[in-house]
């Protein structure tokens, strides 16, 4: 059986491992959302450290989507010179690159979007039309700027995720009730996406296994959706959970120190791993190379996604590949987070401390 350093394929996409750089908020873009030289030599590094698959940060499709402040945005035609050039930050290194496209719904930052205040309200069909046109647009827009792949952001609570979960979506229509409506939205937004990007360009999705909040997506639904998914021609899911209403259950959880707390959706993982064939990318928590190799090894996850650990060691995955199997050095305090909240950027707040003082000794 191949392992987690051998080379596989998405739908014709080749990668050099089965090694995933989930897909984050940088807060390095500019305020207009459009690339910048930090974005480009942060997605560089990555590409440098030979991690198989890059997923930017989840790009806006619709100025009204943004989630926070440095978000990138993919929500017009004049954002394509700049993302062409972290793409070819990527390539220039030989990585691949996919595009996460997304929009924040309830969640959304207002005072960052320069509109207007609206009433967060059910959209009706002219408005959810209007969205699945912004998808599909957005992806076209990530194909031009020569992305090897584009991801559907449907986790977290953001907007197509709160059309799946019960818990924020109390519509009586075609798009609320039985799992089968709540999906529509996601559904829709994919065959509009494939139809703008063609049969060969891989599309994936990013879902909740579960909202781990009250009333909301449970696991059966989420599996349900899964095989909808692969129904309507999905390349991949990954797989991932929460919402900011999760409590400690939120999507990047706290104090994963020990093998027992390691990848956290794994239990479910292991549920989509039996009903869908489509691969699998499993994030959430994955701090060991002796945990990705039995994820890899038993099924539950075609591919090991990584997303706090890269922020503090963007060249884990060649260490591991080198020989060198300590776990990573990430110690999932969340604290990175904060930088990019002050415009600074994301960043290890420890390890940049820990730097200053070797600096002034």
């Given at each position: 059986m191949p392992g987690l350093f051998e080379e596989s394929e998405i739908s014709g996409m080749r990668l050099a491992n089965r090694f995933v750089r989930s897909a984050t908020w940088e807060g390095l873009a500019r305020?207009?959302?459009?690339?910048?030289?930090?974005?480009?030599?942060?997605?560089?590094?990555?590409?440098?450290?030979?991690?198989?698959?890059?997923?930017?940060?989840?790009?806006?499709?619709?100025?009204?989507?943004?989630?926070?402040?440095?978000?990138?945005?993919?929500?017009?035609?004049e954002m394509v010179e700049g993302l062409r050039n972290l793409t070819d930050a990527v390539h220039g290194h030989g990585g691949k690159v996919a595009a996460q496209i997304a929009h924040a719904g309830r969640f959304a930052n207002q005072d960052l979007s320069g509109l207007p205040p609206v009433v967060v309200e059910e959209l009706d069909q002219a408005g959810i039309d209007r969205l699945i046109r912004a998808f599909a647009q957005g992806a076209r827009r990530a194909q031009a700027a020569g992305f090897d792949a584009v991801q559907i952001h449907a986790a977290h609570g953001y907007l197509l995720s709160q059309f799946l979960s019960p818990a924020y979506n109390r519509r009586t229509d075609t798009y609320g009730g039985a799992v089968e409506n709540r999906a529509r939205a996601l559904l829709e937004v994919f065959t509009a996406v494939r139809g703008e990007v063609g049969p060969d360009f891989p599309v994936l999705v990013k879902m909740n296994c579960q909202d781990f909040c009250p009333d909301g997506l449970g696991l059966d639904d989420a599996v349900a959706v899964a095989k909808m998914l692969e129904t309507a021609g999905i390349d991949a899911i990954e797989i991932s959970g929460g919402t900011r209403d999760s409590g400690r259950l939120i999507p990047s959880r706290r104090k994963i120190d020990s093998a027992e707390k390691e990848a956290y959706f794994r239990p479910e993982?292991?549920?989509?791993?039996?009903?869908?064939?489509?691969?699998?990318?499993?994030?959430?928590?994955?701090?060991?190379?002796?945990?990705?190799?039995?994820?890899?090894?038993?099924?539950?996850?075609?591919?090991?996604?990584?997303?706090?650990?890269?922020?503090?060691?963007?060249?884990?995955?060649?260490?591991?590949?080198?020989?060198?199997?300590?776990?990573?050095t990430c110690l999932s305090d969340n604290l990175c987070y904060q930088p990019a909240r002050s415009g600074e950027g994301i960043h290890c707040v420890v390890d940049r401390r820990i730097q200053a003082r070797e600096s002034d000794q």
């Open positions: 305020t207009d959302g459009s690339v910048t030289a930090p974005l480009c030599d942060l997605m560089a590094r990555l590409a440098e450290a030979q991690i198989g698959l890059l997923i930017s940060s989840h790009a806006y499709v619709a100025r009204e989507g943004q989630a926070g402040p440095g978000q990138l945005g993919i929500h017009a035609d993982a292991a549920v989509f791993s039996q009903a869908v064939s489509v691969p699998l990318l499993l994030v959430g928590g994955i701090r060991s190379l002796e945990i990705a190799e039995q994820l890899y090894s038993q099924g539950v996850a075609h591919y090991i996604s990584l997303c706090r650990p890269l922020i503090r060691e963007p060249n884990l995955v060649q260490r591991w590949a080198a020989g060198d199997r300590r776990p990573a």
